[in-house]
């Protein structure tokens, strides 16, 4: 690997936030039609929760961070996550060393499922995700409306197995 796994902060701020737009741009990774702000970014994920894979360079090449899915205490062990890599460091190992991060965290903090809802044309990201245990649990169709067209979502998720 060329590249390391740190702590997202907010000095990775508009490099995280460049990448998200490419995503957003490219149609299959988000119902978002423009990357959010730093602040909004930065107050709807848990900060134990989210990092940056670091070029040689310093460049951000990705990120992955999750948030709460619900307030209600039986939920407390459920997060979503979002992972994305920029353009040019697709297929480095880049998206799976910060899934494998995004794993180790969680399953310290004692959370028992990592969800996600990924467009079914996304086959790059569902493939990484069944390669890094997680499974689709089902298809939520025309869940959304984006770009005028009415899309599925796959819902995938992790359940650890250090929990009983």
Not at 114 to 120: E, Y
Not at 127 to 136: E, I, K, S
């Amino acid at each position: 690997m060329n590249f390391r796994i740190e702590p997202l902060t907010w000095a990775h701020a508009d490099q995280v936030l460049a990448i998200y737009q490419a995503g957003v741009d490219e149609g299959n990774a988000t119902f978002e039609t423009t990357a959010p702000g730093w602040a909004a970014f930065d107050a709807a994920r848990l900060a134990e929760h989210r990092f940056a894979a670091i070029g040689p360079d310093g460049q951000v090449l990705g990120w992955v961070a999750a948030s709460k899915v619900s307030d209600r205490c039986a939920y407390a062990g459920v997060v979503e996550h979002s992972v994305y890599v920029h353009p040019g460091a697709r297929g480095r190992g880049v998206a799976r060393a910060l899934l494998d991060a995004l794993i180790t965290s969680t399953e310290a903090a004692g959370i028992w499922t990592i969800q996600s809802g990924i467009f079914p044309e996304n086959a790059a990201s569902l493939a990484l995700h069944q390669r890094a245990g997680f499974r689709v649990i089902g298809t939520r169709e025309r869940i959304g409306l984006h770009r005028g067209v009415w899309r599925d979502v796959a819902l995938l998720e992790r359940r650890s197995p250090k929990i009983d």
